[in-house]
């Protein structure tokens, strides 16, 4: 998806996955994540010095995680969107991708809260918050809550091409500023 969205979007924006920022480690733990989405956040911060952004694409990083990044304020605005699917299209998916078996309830509960933090970002914080980063500003989900705005998209019974067809319209919309977007005015 993203080698179509990625192209359409240069120069004004770079498209990458977290491990196109930071090296992947032997074991991928909440920690290593957080401090990639850390990461994430201050290249989005460079890329705005210059009038550009950052699409993070690829990895299933939680909207919480970036807004709790220690560098999240210093940005303009976050716009998060998430791919979701129907849990039976998406243990499809997996089978196919060649995902091991006994990972499937993992991965559909993941989603599952992801659904759910999509409009609620004080569901159940533990699944991030406990045992992460300790640098991780969780507090600022609180601040956000009333002005939490997430774009979901229904991948279920789409293409590859009509899914990266549908996050290239989101982020035309989001760079209009015709997409929920958090900022931290105030926090």
Known sequence: MRAVVAPELSPAVECVEL???TPLPAA????WRQQAAETAVRRAGELQASGRHLLLAGDPVPAAEI???PSAPRLDAIAACLLDATPEAQAERLTARGDH????????AFAEWMRRQASDPLHMTHVVSDAGWEEM???RLGELAPEWGMHTI???HMTRREAADAVLDWCRRALAGDAPALRFTGV
């Open 19 to 21: 491990s196109d920022l």
């Open 28 to 31: 991928m733990t909440r920690v």
């Open 67 to 69: 807004v709790a990044a």
């Open 101 to 108: 078996p006994a990972l499937l309830p993992h991965h559909q």
């Open 137 to 139: 500003r969780w507090e």
């Open 154 to 156: 229904d991948t279920t």
